[in-house]
Structures are given as C-alpha cells and as structure tokens.
Nanobody, 115 residues
Framework: QVQLVESGGGLVQAGGSLRLSCVASVSIFSFHTMGWYRQAPGKQRELVATIASGRAPNYTDSVKGRFTISRDVGKNTVYLQMNNLKLEDTAVYYC?????????WGQGTQVTVSS
C-alpha cells in the first residue's frame, strides 16, 4: 500500500524557515511527479511546488525565490525548504505523488506563521 507521510510543520515567526519532509512507502520513482500543495482555512487547495525527473522544479509565483523542492531518492523522501516565511504561507501542507493511474496524498502537516 502506498503511503506518503509528511513531517516538519510547526509554528514559526515571519521571516523564519521550516523544512518539510515527505517519506514515501515505495520508491519515489513510482511517481512521475511529486509535489507539495497547501490549503489555508476557507480556501481551496493550491499547488506550491512540483518535482519530476528530467524537468526543472515548478513553483507557484508566490513562493518563488523563497521555497525549494528537492528529493533524496535513496531515502524515498521529498523535501520542501521554506525560507522567509510570510503570514500568508500559513496552511496545511500536503505531499502529493502522481502515477499514471492515480494520485496519492499524505495526511498533511500544519504550518503556522506568526507575526
């Protein structure tokens, strides 16, 4: 059974940093694309960043220059390094893995940015 488990969320002051981790129960090569999404209260889930073999990472405009997505194939892990966090980055962050058959989601990790 495929599982994605996120960790690394928490409470941080504006301007601070966090690193999220997503560990997959299978090789991350099982997914053609992996990424991070987030959902703030009262808002729709939105894409934050994606990573795929042979392609440059993709970021939503609001996080470009502040967030970096990366992966460690040997650890079956995808990371999201978040720097210079802003109040509007507060959300539940979800890891996503896409195969050609279905999408897989983690349970989410809360990121709260305070002033």
């Amino acid at each position: 059974q495929v599982q994605l488990v996120e960790s690394g969320g928490g409470l941080v002051q504006a301007g601070g940093s966090l690193r999220l981790s997503c560990v997959a129960s299978v090789s991350i090569f099982s997914f053609h694309t992996m990424g991070w999404y987030r959902q703030a209260p009262g808002k729709q889930r939105e894409l934050v960043a994606t990573i795929a073999s042979g392609r440059a990472p993709n970021y939503t405009d609001s996080v470009k220059g502040r967030f970096t997505i990366s992966r460690d194939v040997g650890k079956n892990t995808v990371y999201l390094q978040m720097n210079n966090l802003k109040l509007e980055d507060t959300a539940v962050y979800y890891c996503n893995g896409q195969t050609y058959i279905k999408d897989y989601w983690g349970q989410g990790t809360q990121v709260t940015v305070s002033s």
